[in-house]
């Protein structure tokens, strides 16, 4: 009798335990879709901030062509016509540099793991956060080593670094700048891309939950309709695991934060030693520790 009751009892544990994994798969399969459906929503807004900053700039190019058009209408002497030709042109070349971007970027929105030149992406995402950044008075600077392909997304780490540069304009409300590096890291045999800023700097207490989804201390979107819903830097969290990379942060109440990303490099073009090893598989270090910068 005991031994009947003790089996039933152990029946019914197996079923709550059996009933308890179906659920815990069940959340897991929902987490996993809306993760998914996450990511998807995180690519559209990537796409929507450059189309949207993207037009501005265009109508601010073709705004100046049209100036410098009438302006030489009116003007009937050489110099004078001369210059708004310079203008205008200077003007159209760069609208033609805007357009050729926007092509090339519309043209490759592959979603694989390709050899990809850094600093033609990091230059392409400047060239489009132009206008923002100088509206907001925020000046880059650009320290670019010669560095190999790297074996990346290249849509996924631009998503990363237009979450990096938005959040470090958004640290620096007037106006600061913003020093992006691109060097080799020979000894792990990875390209280093930096963003780091002279803004307000993450405190020590904060520091740990930066990554968390969720995690912010924006009241809500900006002026510009950005930021404040703490999902930035979780979605550059969970991109640059799947690279196997890793993201170092370093901030300084005050000076300012840098971002590290450490992305392998495309064994075929890593300038080191023939035969070249595959890229290394190191696990994604998150050091929220706070240094100096
Ligand atoms: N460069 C930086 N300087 C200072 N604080 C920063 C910087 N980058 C991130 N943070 C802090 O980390 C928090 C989380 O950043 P995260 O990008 O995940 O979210 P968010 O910018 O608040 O919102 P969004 O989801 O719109 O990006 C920010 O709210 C801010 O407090
Ligand atoms: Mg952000």
Redesign the pocket.
């Known amino acids: 009798m005991g031994k009947e009751s003790d089996l039933s009892q152990s029946n019914s544990e197996k079923r709550f335990i059996m009933s308890e994994s179906n659920d815990c798969i069940r959340l897991q399969q929902q987490i996993e879709f809306l993760k998914e459906q996450l990511g998807q929503a995180q690519r559209l807004t990537a796409v929507g901030e450059l189309a949207s900053t993207t037009t501005h700039e265009f109508n601010n190019v073709l705004t100046t062509i049209i100036n410098y058009a009438k302006m030489g209408q009116r003007h009937k002497d050489a110099a004078t016509r001369d210059k708004c030709l310079d203008k205008i042109l200077t003007a159209a070349n760069r609208a033609a540099r805007i357009t050729n971007t926007i092509l090339g970027m519309a043209r490759n929105r592959s979603s694989s793991i390709e050899p990809t030149d850094l600093t033609q992406m990091v230059e392409d995402t400047l060239l489009l956060l132009e206008r923002e950044m100088n509206k907001y008075r925020v000046t880059v600077e650009k320290h670019f080593q010669p560095v190999p392909q790297a074996l990346v997304n290249g849509n996924q780490i631009q998503q990363v670094f237009l979450?990096l540069l938005?959040?470090?304009r958004?640290?620096m409300p007037s106006g600061g700048r913003i020093a992006i590096k691109l060097l080799y890291d020979a000894d792990s045999e990875m390209v280093d891309l930096v963003v780091r800023?002279n803004?307000?700097?993450?405190p020590p207490e904060?520091l740990p939950k930066?990554f968390d989804s969720f995690?912010?201390?924006?009241k809500g979107p900006d002026a510009s309709g950005?930021?404040?819903?703490?999902?930035?830097?979780?979605m550059c969290r969970e991109i640059i695991e799947a690279h196997r990379g890793r993201m170092r942060v370093e901030?300084s109440v005050g000076k300012g934060?840098a971002?590290t990303l450490k992305l392998p490099t495309a064994a075929k073009t890593a300038p080191k030693r023939a035969p070249i090893a595959p890229p290394i598989a190191l696990p994604a270090v998150f050091d929220g520790s706070m240094q100096n910068v």
């Open positions: 979450n938005i959040n470090a958004q640290a800023d803004g307000c700097g993450i904060v930066i995690f912010t201390t924006k950005k930021g404040g819903t703490g999902l930035g830097l979780s901030s934060t971002f």
